[in-house]
Every structure is written in structure tokens, then in C-alpha cells.
């Protein structure tokens, strides 16, 4: 049997005021790349939950890291745009633990699906759906607490960026 849902999310730009390089190499830094050798490790030996929270805690210094980038960039400057712009799949395998318990659906949202790009003055703008929104749109409220989380988590994130995105982020509670 089929179902269908709608729901609405909310998508938010923010400018950071911030050359992009400079933004693109600071959001590197504070969401480093998903380094998969020591979880695979931790499967491969048979370690625990709580082997995997510590190997992914040291990967993630400020809660989240980056599973893929995407730079569109050079292939969008061959059809004559310069605007400059990196997709990234941010996440953390904790967390996304903490809603598939309730819902493996909730891996539709995880990870978080983001994009920077350039705007006129070569400052980055980064662009993304509100996680508690699309967590939300489960209706189940654990999975929404841990969508509220993450928009927190994004908060932080950003303010180590050197953006304070909190504005953006408020009023996320449902």
C-alpha cells in the first residue's frame, strides 16, 4: 500500500558576510570530513555503541562532519556562470542513531543537505532546509526533539564560522 505525505519545511538563507573561500575553508575546518577507518574498525572488531559514540565524537569536534562535497563550481563555469557553489552532506552518525531507533525514515533528512555558494560580492551565502522541520514532518516527537537539537548543532556550527545565524534558526520550537 502507498502513502503520501506533505509537509512544509522552511529553508534558510544566510549570508555571512564572509569571502567564500574563507567561509567554505572555516566550515571545513569545523565540520572536518567523515573519516570512516575507525568506525569500520570498530565493526570489523566487534566494538560497541559506545566505541562508535567515541570515534565519532573525536571526528566531530563540533558535532558534526562532513560525508560528502560536491564543489559544482568548475562544472557550471564550463556553461559560463561564476557563481561559486559546494553542496555537502553534513551529519553525525550519533545523532542520526537517536531518530532511525524510532523511524529509519528519518534518514530521508540525515544527513543535513547544505549548500554554500557566492553571492555579488563574492561573500558565501549558506543555504539549507531547518532539520527540525523536516524531522518534524515525521510526527513523531522524539525525532522532532532531536531536529530541534540539530538546529542548535547548525547554530554552533556557524558561530565557529565566525556566523551568527541564531536569528535564522528562532523559533524553530514546535
Known sequence: MTSQYSHTVTRIDIPTGIAYDDFVAAFEKA????????????????????????????????DMVRYARINTTPLFGTAGHTTRSVEYLTGNHVIA??????????????????????????????????PSDEFGSLGIPEVTTVGEDLDRIVVGLLRVCGVDASEAFAGTSR
Request: charged residues 25%; negative net charge; proline residues 9%.
Open 31 to 62: 565540520a572536518p570530513a567523515f573519516d570512516p577507518g575507525p568506525v569500520e574498525r570498530i565493526v570489523e572488531t566487534g566494538g560497541s555503541w559506545d566505541d562508535v559514540r567515541a570515534a565519532v565524537a573525536a571526528n566531530a569536534p563540533h
Open 97 to 130: 542513531e537517536r531518530m532511525f531507533r524510532h523511524d529509519p525514515r528519518a534518514l530521508l533528512y540525515a544527513p543535513l543537505r547544505m549548500l554554500v555558494f557566492s553571492d555579488g560580492d563574492g561573500n558565501a551565502v549558506l543555504t539549507m532546509h531547518r
